[in-house]
């Protein structure tokens, strides 16, 4: 191991030859121990393969950005909970001062592959660069796409889900919900409504509810 990763886990850690940590390469997952301990490298003895997560179905996450903690716990949870790709969106009813956020790009995939590593995941999600919903939403291809929505004629979301597609993506908007336009341009692009209930909820909690929801419903 080299890097970042070596740095943290032989200064930050303090690993000591002997102990036991779990290792991926992007294609599965080992159990090595310590070896040795160098100034830029920790050497490890792989030990055995251990069982890695692989999602079922390819889920896109279209996140709107909000304040920035909100939004970092969010794509950790939505990481543990087994999303492939991160879409931040530039909502219309984001807060301005949030847009800039391709300036903190490099601190979200770092905690993309912490939240992998603790959740065992083989492969850390894409984050892809900010965008506009009308931008964004155009370019998605997968087989169920699905907008959460907080009008009163939107179905809820168990009557939305159904089969198991290969792929899906999940839209979820700022605090204060979609505008007219953003709504009409993901309807062109082919997603459908769905609601999570009666309940106002913030960004962050939706995240979790949807992508639990969607995992259940999917067998996942």
Same mark, same amino acid.
């Not at 290792?23 to 992007?26: K, R, Y």
């Given at each position: 191991m080299l890097g970042n990763a070596a740095h943290?886990? &032989?200064n930050v850690l303090r690993a000591q030859p002997g102990?036991?940590?779990e290792?991926?390469? &992007?294609q599965r997952v080992c159990l090595g121990r310590v070896e040795r301990v160098l100034r830029d490298r920790v050497e490890f003895a792989l030990v055995e393969e251990i069982p890695g997560?692989?999602?079922? @179905?390819?889920?896109t996450l279209l996140l709107a950005v909000v304040k920035f903690d909100a939004f970092e716990w969010a794509i950790e949870k939505a990481t543990e909970l087994g999303v492939s790709t991160i879409v931040p969106l530039a909502a219309a009813r984001s807060e301005k001062a949030q847009l800039a956020a391709g300036k903190r790009a490099d601190?979200?995939?770092k905690?993309? @592959?912490e939240a992998s590593e603790q959740s065992r995941r083989v492969r850390v999600p894409a984050l892809e660069d900010a965008a506009r919903p009308a931008e964004a939403f155009p370019r998605q291809s997968a087989a169920m796409k699905i907008l959460l929505s907080e009008r009163p004629l939107a179905p809820a979301l168990r009557k939305v889900l159904s089969g198991t597609p290969p792929s899906a993506a999940l839209a979820i908007g700022p605090e204060g919900g979609w505008t007219?336009?953003?709504f009409a341009v993901a309807h062109r692009a082919g997603f459908q409504e769905a609601s999570l209930g009666q309940l106002i909820l913030r960004t962050e909690t939706a995240v979790?509810?949807?992508l639990a929801s969607l995992n259940y419903a999917l067998g996942d």
């Open positions: 943290h886990l &032989g102990q036991f940590y290792l991926s390469d &992007g997560y692989q999602p079922r @179905v390819d889920v601190r979200w995939r905690l993309l @592959v007219e336009e953003e979790i509810a949807a």
